[in-house]
């Protein structure tokens, strides 16, 4: 228990310099010039907001310490280009190392953004919390508190900082921060209120195929990466949140443009096996009532580690930061990892699994289609394409512009691979550079 204490803080304190290292190789392979490259030093973000959240609990009114980073808005504020990042639920050791990772994850924000190209800068908010044991009714208060306090540090608007779910949180979260912003708005009267977040509910405000955009995306850059090895293709899963299990559920669709057997998936504390393939319905429905793989008996139970060692074409890691690293990196067995996860796989783990030969698919370019359809939502909530009322068919509207995003940026990534003769990563990042550049030279002509 000491050692994996030990561990948890040496990967909370590497993942800044690990974020600074990616950045400034892609700098200097590029040519960044040297203002842009003071301008992209991490651990100076342009705005950090503790927030002290209230709340209601069945103990009693509890205080839960929280954090918004704004990283850095290559547009003009106003405009609107607001800051976009996600409102993650999760418990960490201190209010320092959870900071050290929202400047990681807001930055990560900028550049997926930029990459693909959406006008907004990156952000992200948490809640120092373990979404686990809460009830609804803390949730939903936990979430009121937490609007509340943004709302009072004017850190909210469609043209300040507009954020949507992230790990541990989710449409319903959504639904609660939205519907209360709008009741204060009564008083406060902010211009473009559905447009203060996203990812709502669609009965809600919200989009058709938000909710599984993340992984869809993911996969689609998947299969445009990749040749297909085998007829029917082998994958694993690490996390079985939101977008885990909607990745097992494409996974496991014939209609779907990428299917094939999830032999294992696994979660914080375990996971399940079957060589033949696991059953999603029954594992969904499973997992949805307990929230844990415990007493399902059509599969093996096995470790979170075994999950990883399992020979498949591919390994969707969509867990929390860290989790690939120097330690078990030497034993995952597949032909790609697709970093579905933010800041999922450390800059040791990477050179491990580079020089094994594993294809690393990774985060900024992976899990951009949560934010490319979220953005969607955002230009119907104020108004910049056709409602879906008057748009009879706008799910398939959404999954054909995500995939066609998906596909030319990967197009793009892949050329700036060969140019520089790098790995995808880099390449990725030299691309958001490049962007960032651009836009704020025209921003400062």
């Excluded at 040519?31 to 069945?58: C, D, H, Q, Y």
């Excluded at 919390?129 to 939903?140: I, Y």
């Amino acid at each position: 228990m000491a050692r994996q204490r030990s561990l948890t803080k040496e990967r909370k304190m590497s993942i800044l310099s690990d974020a600074q290292k990616r950045t400034d190789v892609a700098a200097k392979l590029y040519g960044a010039p040297a203002w842009l490259r003071s301008e992209l030093k991490m651990g100076n973000p342009r705005r950090v907001e503790k927030l002290k959240i209230k709340a209601m609990t069945k103990s009693g009114e509890k205080v839960f310490q929280g954090a918004v980073v704004n990283d850095m808005n290559p547009y003009t504020i106003g405009i609107p280009h607001p800051y976009k990042g996600g409102i993650r639920y999760k418990c960490y050791a201190s209010p320092k190392s959870m900071l050290d990772v929202l400047m990681v994850l807001a930055r990560d924000m900028t550049y997926k953004c930029a990459l693909f190209g959406l006008p907004f800068g990156g952000g992200k908010t948490c809640v120092n919390v373990d979404p686990l044991p809460l009830t609804s009714a803390e949730r939903k208060y936990i979430t009121q508190g937490l609007a509340l306090e943004m709302l009072g540090a004017n850190i909210l608007g469609y043209d300040i900082y507009v954020p949507g779910p992230d790990m541990g949180t989710d449409e319903e979260i959504m639904k609660y921060f939205y519907l209360f912003c709008a009741k204060v708005n009564r008083i406060i009267h902010r211009p473009n209120i559905a447009a203060i977040c996203t990812g709502k509910p669609v009965e809600f405000d919200g989009i058709p195929g938000r909710s599984d955009a993340t992984s869809r995306g993911g996969l689609i850059i998947y299969s445009t990466m990749t040749e297909r090895a085998t007829e029917t293709p082998t994958f694993t899963i690490q996390g079985a949140g939101n977008v885990g299990m909607n990745v097992f559920k494409l996974l496991s669709s014939p209609d779907f443009e990428v299917n094939g057997k999830v032999i294992a998936i696994s979660d914080v504390s375990g996971g399940l096996y079957d060589p033949n393939g696991l059953n999603f319905g029954e594992i969904n429905e499973h997992y949805t009532i307990n929230r844990t793989f415990e007493g399902y008996n059509n599969a093996r139970h096995v470790t979170k580690d075994e999950v990883l060692r399992y020979k498949t074409d591919a390994l969707f890691s969509a867990a929390a930061e860290g989790l690939i690293n120097k330690d078990n990196a030497a034993d995952i067995e597949t032909s790609t990892l697709v970093e579905l996860g933010n800041a999922a796989v450390t800059d040791e783990a990477e050179q491990i699994l580079e020089a094994r030969g594993i294809k690393i698919i990774p985060d900024i370019f992976a899990n951009a289609g949560g934010v490319i359809v979220s953005s969607f939502e955002f230009r119907i909530n104020l108004g910049d394409v056709p409602h879906y009322v008057d748009r009879k068919d706008l799910k398939t509207w959404v999954h054909d512009e995500l995939r066609e995003i998906m596909k030319s940026t990967a197009e793009n990534v892949r050329e700036a691979q060969l140019k520089y003769k790098t790995n995808l990563r880099t390449a990725a990042y030299i691309i958001a550079q490049q962007q960032l550049e651009f836009v704020m030279k025209k921003r400062n002509a």
